[in-house]
Nanobody, 116 residues
Framework: QVQLVESGGGLVQPGGSLRLSCALS????????MGWYRQAPGLQRELVAD???????NYSDSVKGRFTISRDKASNTIHLQMNNLKPEDTAVYYC??????????WGQGTLVTVSS
């Protein structure tokens, strides 16, 4: 199995920045997909950004140019750098990884609130 622990959420003013982290442990060698998702109140969970083993990045149109996903192989951590945050970015953010065979693992979620 794979364990995920997220951190870095909080309250930030519009235009501000936050960095989310997702620390991985367990059967890390079996992971081929890593991503960040978010779910705002009353809405479905949506993909924000993802990265694969080749370090190919993918972003939703709503965050392209403002968010950056990265992975630190040394610390087995996935980061999401969020800049120029907007009120509509307010949501619970979840880290997800997928291992070969299709098993998905989710983090517990971390709340990001963008408000003045």
């Amino acid at each position: 199995q794979v364990q995920l622990v997220e951190s870095g959420g909080g309250l930030v003013q519009p235009g501000g920045s936050l960095r989310l982290s997702c620390a991985l442990s367990g059967r890390i060698f079996s992971i081929y997909f890593m991503g960040w998702y978010r779910q705002a109140p009353g809405l479905q969970r949506e993909l924000v950004a993802d990265i694969n083993l080749a370090s190919t990045e993918n972003y939703s149109d709503s965050v392209k140019g403002r968010f950056t996903i990265s992975r630190d192989k040394a610390s087995n951590t996935i980061h999401l750098q969020m800049n120029n945050l907007k009120p509509e970015d307010t949501a619970v953010y979840y880290c997800k990884v997928v291992e070969y065979g299709g098993v998905e693992y989710w983090g517990q979620g971390t709340l990001v609130t963008v408000s003045s």
